[in-house]
């Protein structure tokens, strides 16, 4: 019934299992990849037929993580899942990334691979496994995929570099770094990493490239003895418009790519497409749809020769820069006035205004997550919208690239954070990309790093970021610092390198071509770290490090700790407590498990309001000292004053006044009255004895005795009743049955 084959190889301390023929055998492709027990099925299918009239490659990713792999539910109402979390899309990117170059150029047939998490066993991310099986199943299935790649994790403990390492051990190391390939070169790098040196991270980088060597070998092995005939697959006639078009339009172009201003140069380049599409006739008939995109296929080409020439030929760019200088930089700080601190980051013809705001502990992200729930208290989030490019279109939710460039931004920032207990606050920071040309990530992490010192968020370093280009032609190349949107979109690579003075942070890297060799990789980090000085040194012109404090419109947050014991008598029933708390103090309260209380307001009062009511709850009161109480109940015997916190005690009737001694308390007290009361101590049932006589309760301050007064609870030991013989009080005693 099944034809299945197997591979499997020892790697990284773990075993790695790839099969296919058991699982989605309608699939063109189908590999299930197990890497200890997690286990992640990946599937390809791909259309036997261009879409018509498509000049782009229409290959979809979907990863996808099943709750049942980790034998849990799905959050939410409806228990089941939904739309794609944010690790869900970061991985489909992630293993996008590496396999879009390696597909034959021309092949515009629809591509569609799933992957899908079916196990998890807490040990073993599975976004690696995912992209190791959707490499084996793209080279089983018979498209024209030039791989396959690996893929490994990499690692830094105790300064060893590691191997695929355990989900529990990535809290202790320094570096995270996802990297994949082929047998050849790096085609994707993605990391986030402590402070390291830039040859620390090309290390690390070369480390895994040479370590995923035997998922390559097994991949073939695998592919030797299942994989399908490939498809037959003939290039479009790659050159038949393109000799017209360099006759028609290469001095135009040439004009176009001469002028520095992006939409000058935009609409110049968009005249030349006209003017190429106007001029060649394309003749009627079933061929007329394939002409048409091979036309546009030739503007494409020429629009590449011209500018990747001349900048190879002569290290000037389309702007006129070299190969090194960064554009300039303006930095602002403070610019809206109400928000706790915002950055207005310019360079060149892009630009970022970005916002931080600090909240409490109610403000965490709760992330739901195979590995289970947790909080996540520095959010960064980057927006994009149309007129940062001069275009109208849709707005929305955002999409995969909205959320790829804000969690490259975090990796570059997150390293550099101050812990909970040296800062406790909940941090946001929102990028709003107000115009772009080139590395608007880069630009997003440099004004988060100004915003947030704005807030007076103690950060170690401030961090800056640089996109670098590459531009191969043959054996000579050319590393570009700074790379405008042109430069991005027709050249080879897009490395982008952020970090402090004293190391990188954060790295990713995207290859156009089949990959890039340890030279030019050595050549780009070193390019980016005296680029990524300079920018710093621009941005110290606006903000060399922290503000002292938050803002005047932040909250303040205080942290005190309490007895794990009291979190209940804090909270109260059916939290009836906090919430008077939060009423009367006008503060926002957060209690954690480990009995640790935030209490944040704008107001000092506020805070020092609620301080002052949960320590009258958690503290014991001190006897000798006054406190301020209401009276809440009268007896014949005397009146109960609430005074600390929910406490209560006795004022006895003979310490209810040093003028009179009242017949009944209401000759002197009322319910609801406020007076001052001194705690004279507990009597032999604990109970809590209070006095008022003796305090001032104009000024609440105690009323000095004269010399031969008698001791301050002498009227109350003179009238409680006399304990009888054998214990019991004044209660009679029972007799025996």
């Known amino acids: 019934m099944f034809d299945i084959h197997r591979v499997e190889i020892e790697w990284g301390g773990r075993k790695l299992k790839l099969e296919t023929g058991h699982m989605a055998r309608q699939a063109d492709g189908s590999v299930l990849a197990q890497y200890g027990d997690t286990s992640v099925l990946a599937t390809v299918v791909y259309a036997r037929n261009p879409k018509p009239g498509i000049d782009f490659f229409p290959l979809t990713v979907n990863y996808q993580e099943k709750t049942y792999a980790a034998g849990k539910f799905p959050g939410g109402y409806f228990k089941r899942e939904g739309r794609p979390t944010e690790k869900e899309t970061l991985v489909s990117r992630l293993i996008d990334r590496p396999i879009r170059p390696l597909f034959v150029e021309g092949f515009r047939n629809e591509v569609q691979v799933v992957v899908t998490v079916i196990s998890f066993d807490n040990e073993n991310d599975p976004d690696m496994v995912g992209m190791i099986a959707a490499s084996a199943a793209l080279t089983i299935s018979g498209v024209p995929f030039l791989g396959p790649i690996g893929a490994a994790r990499v690692g ?228 994009f919208p149309p007129y940062s ?212 307001s704008a107001n000092k009062e506020s805070i020092e309001k609620a301080l002052s009511m949960i320590r009258a709850i958690t503290s014991e009161p001190e006897v000798g000292l006054i406190y301020k109480g209401k009276v809440v109940k009268l007896m014949e015997f005397g009146a109960f004053v609430n005074f600390f916190g929910a406490k209560d005690g006795l004022v006895h009737v003979s310490q209810l006044s040093s003028t009179i001694r009242p017949n009944h308390p209401n000759e002197v007290v009322k319910e609801g009255q406020e007076v001052w009361v001194k705690l004279l101590g507990f009597d032999d049932r604990g109970k809590v004895r209070l006095s008022m006589k003796i305090v001032d309760q104009a000024t609440g301050k105690e009323i000095p005795r004269a010399e031969g007064d008698p001791p301050e609870d002498e009227g109350m030991r003179r009238d409680r009743p006399p304990r009888r013989e054998g214990g019991g009080g004044d209660r009679p005693r029972r007799r025996d049955r």
């Open 156 to 383: 830094m403990i105790d300064g060893q570099m590691v191997l695929n390492p355990l989900c529990d051990e990535m809290a202790k190391t320094k570096l995270d770094l996802v990297i994949a390939g082929t047998q050849d070169a790096v085609m994707m790098v993605e990391s986030e990493a402590h402070e390291l040196p830039e040859m620390q991270m090309l290390e690390a980088v070369m480390f895994g490239h040479k370590h995923f060597q035997p998922v390559i070998n097994a991949i073939l092995k695998l592919a030797d003895a299942a994989a399908k005939e490939p498809f037959d697959f003939k290039p479009p006639e790659k050159d038949k418009f393109y000799a017209q078009a360099k006759a028609l339009i290469e001095d135009d172009l040439r004009t176009a790519f001469s002028i520095p201003e992006k939409q000058k140069r935009n609409d110049m380049v968009g005249a030349a497409k006209a003017k190429l599409m106007s001029s060649i006739q394309i003749s009627e008939g079933d061929t007329a749809a394939a002409d048409k995109q091979l036309l546009g296929g030739a503007f494409k080409q020429l629009e590449m020769d011209v500018m990747r020439g001349t900048v190879v030929k002569t290290g000037r760019r389309i702007d006129g820069r070299d190969l090194k200088t960064v554009r300039p930089i303006l930095s602002e700080v403070g610019i809206l006035p109400r928000t706790h601190g915002s950055a207005l980051f310019t360079r060149g013809e892009t630009q970022a205004l970005v916002v931080a705001t600090l909240g409490t502990g109610d403000d965490e992200q709760y992330i739901d997550g195979l590995e289970g729930t947790r909080k996540e208290r520095f959010l960064l989030h980057y927006n």
């Open 389 to 600: 490019v001069g275009e109208t279109g849709r707005m929305g939710s955002p999409g995969r690239r909205e959320i790829g460039h804000g969690k490259l931004a975090w990796r570059a920032v997150h390293p550099l954070l101050p812990s909970a207990e040296e800062f406790p606050y909940s941090i946001r920071v929102v990028s709003e990309i107000t115009e772009s040309n080139g590395s608007s990530s880069m630009a997003s992490v440099c004004g988060a790093s100004l915003a947030m010192m704005d807030a007076g968020v103690p950060m170690k370093r401030p961090v800056a970021g640089i996109a670098m280009g590459l531009i191969k032609e043959g054996n000579d190349f050319a590393v570009l610092s700074d790379i405008l949107g042109d430069e991005d979109h027709l050249g080879d690579m897009d490395f982008k390198v952020a970090g402090t003075s004293a190391g990188v942070t954060s790295l990713q890297m995207d290859i156009k071509i089949t990959g890039i060799t340890e030279e030019i990789m050595r050549i780009a980090l070193n390019q980016a770290h005296e680029g990524r000085l300079h920018i710093l040194g621009e941005m110290s012109k606006a903000l060399t490090g922290a503000r002292d404090s938050v803002g005047e419109f932040a909250p303040r947050i205080e942290t005190i700790k309490i007895p794990v014991d009291k979190i209940r008598e804090v909270i109260g029933s059916g939290g009836s407590v906090i919430r008077d708390i939060v009423a009367q103090s006008g503060a926002k309260v957060d209690i954690e498990d480990d009995g640790t209380v935030q209490i944040a």
